[in-house]
């Protein structure tokens, strides 16, 4: 189901990494790393804990081959995944997605306040 103005429902298929029957690993268009990505349950849902088995399940393997691919294409020494549920920090988006961001040696990675980082 397609939410009014929600950009996880809105993807272009053309940005799509990898997908399956339940969900779907799309680039975070506000990247904090080269490679960033999130995994999202193809159906409208907020929390972590609306998924059925199946999407969870789903949205893991997905976790683990965006991580296996991003390995392959950017060598990163180490990944930040991660996720909010409920509204903490404001959250505008109210679609489920879990974020892969690629760690790099030397680099830190700077959160912000989608992270409740105050700048």
């Given at each position: 189901m397609t939410e009014?103005?929600?950009?996880?429902?809105?993807?272009d298929e053309y940005d799509v990494i990898a997908q399956n029957e339940y969900s779907v690993v799309i680039p975070e268009p506000h990247s904090l790393s080269k490679g960033?990505?999130?995994?999202?349950?193809?159906?409208?849902?907020?929390s972590f804990f609306e998924v059925t088995d199946k999407e969870r399940k789903a949205m893991m393997s997905l976790l683990e081959q965006a991580r296996n691919e991003l390995r392959i294409r950017y060598q990163p020494t180490g990944f930040h995944?991660?996720?909010?549920?409920?509204?903490?920090?404001?959250?505008?988006?109210d679609h489920l997605h879990i974020h892969i961001i690629p760690r790099y040696e030397?680099?830190?990675l700077k959160l912000d306040e989608r992270w409740g980082i105050e700048k």
């Open positions: 009014a103005h929600c950009p996880y429902c809105d993807y960033h990505c999130v995994i999202i349950p193809l159906r409208h849902v907020s995944i991660g996720f909010n549920d409920g509204e903490v920090f404001h959250e505008k988006v030397d680099k830190a």
